[in-house]
């Protein structure tokens, strides 16, 4: 009887040991992959930590008059440093975009990632301090993506046609069917993206703004089930071939608009959903442990019940 009820105990000390393991290791995996995090920061870091952006416009702004967009948009690094990383001297160097604020790629490479967090938390420019809305932590994923994650793609793209050059149109095809066709549909049009009054298809953001296209196509678009192209181990080539096939598809457009990368602007990724930067991710590791360990407590419950039962068995044969 006594070892009976030390193999139980041995077994649900056991069990509960393995779920504490399995969710501590969801928890750090979640939080793995920072320069797919500092991207989707990149886009819109108040939309990935899931909070309102800042009132009235970055103080930064009015440092230029070229892009009359106001408030929110401001915020965003993607807005002033462009979806190419190179500001002024990339596709935002001319267009409604246009800020006139410097490539973030070229000054990036030749910081630390220590630096650009100083940086970010106003060492060098008191109003281009972020400090106050992000952690060091989170202000470290920006850096190693500006770092460590930020592609130059300029030689993929003419700059004046805003068309891909030399893509493989056979390979982005098969790359399109398999993975993106199931939501955005074989035409790209089963998603409609509202931008600036306007509907968007796939199409016409791959012809509009490839830059945007390949950011999000590579670092996926915070709050949706939109797959991630790095955690797909998407080369830069991969992503290259689809933006050359999205080009084939329908823009929706009466009239071809004339090329222009500032002239489109972006859906906004929203909160929710499963894992969605790394806040999310954590927020879904603990609800997946406090699962886990539901789980366990039914679990030990179980044993404890088929423990009497065997004694009560065992008792009464007596
Ligand atoms: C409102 C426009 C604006 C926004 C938003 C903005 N920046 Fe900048 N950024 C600038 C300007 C202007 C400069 C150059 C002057 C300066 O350093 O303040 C700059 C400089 C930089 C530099 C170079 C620093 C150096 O020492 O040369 C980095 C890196 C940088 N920004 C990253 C970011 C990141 C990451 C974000 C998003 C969190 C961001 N910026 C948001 C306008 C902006
Ligand atoms: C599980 C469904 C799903 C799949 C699969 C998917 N997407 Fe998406 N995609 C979305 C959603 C949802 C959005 C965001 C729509 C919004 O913000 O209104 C989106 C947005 C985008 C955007 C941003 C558009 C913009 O306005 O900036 C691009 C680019 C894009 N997807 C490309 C792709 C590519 C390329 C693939 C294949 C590798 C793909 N998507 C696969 C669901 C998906």
């Known amino acids: 009887m006594r070892n009976l009820s030390r193999l139980m105990l041995a077994v649900a000390f056991l069990f509960v040991l393995g779920v504490s393991i399995a969710s501590a290791r969801s928890l ?73 604020f410097p490539n973030v790629m070229k000054l990036g490479a030749s910081m630390s990632v220590d630096e650009i967090v100083g940086h970010l938390k106003g060492s060098k ?29 300029g030689e993929f793209i003419d700059s004046v046609t805003l068309k891909v050059k030399n893509g493989n149109l056979e390979h982005g095809k098969s790359l399109y069917a398999e993975t993106c066709a199931k ?24 012809t509009r703004d490839p830059y945007r296209f390949l950011h999000r196509t590579r670092f996926g678009v915070a709050g949706t089930e939109m797959p991630i192209g790095r955690a797909l181990g998407w080369t830069p080539v991969d992503g290259r071939d689809v933006l050359a096939y999205a080009q ?43 699962g886990m360990a539901g789980l366990s407590v039914l679990f030990l419950g179980l044993l404890v019940v088929v423990g009497a039962v065997a004694v009560w068995a065992m008792r009464s044969r007596k």
Request: charged share 20%.
């Open 125 to 153: 420019d008191k109003s281009h301090d972020f400090s106050r809305y992000m952690d060091d932590a989170t202000l470290a994923k920006l850096a190693i993506f500006l770092k460590e994650g930020a592609i130059d793609d």
């Open 28 to 100: 750090t995996q979640a939080g793995a992959d920072d320069i797919t995090s500092g991207g989707q920061l990149y886009d819109k870091w108040y939309a990935v930590l899931g909070v309102a952006a800042p009132d009235g416009d970055m103080p930064i702004w009015e440092r230029q008059l070229t892009n009359t967009r106001s408030g929110a948009d401001t915020w965003r690094c993607s807005e002033c440093h462009g979806w190419d990383y190179k500001g002024s001297e990339g596709a935002y160097a001319s267009g409604s975009h246009a800020t006139g």
């Open 248 to 290: 084939t598809l329908p823009t929706g457009y009466e009239q071809e608009p004339v090329s222009d990368a500032g002239a489109g602007s972006e859906t906004s990724p929203q909160m929710g959903g499963p894992a969605a930067g790394t806040a999310g991710g954590i927020f879904t590791g603990i609800l997946a442990g406090l």
């Open 183 to 206: 939501c955005h549909g074989d035409d790209g049009k089963t998603i409609i993206f509202r931008s600036e009054g306007i509907n968007e298809y796939l199409g016409s953001v791959a």
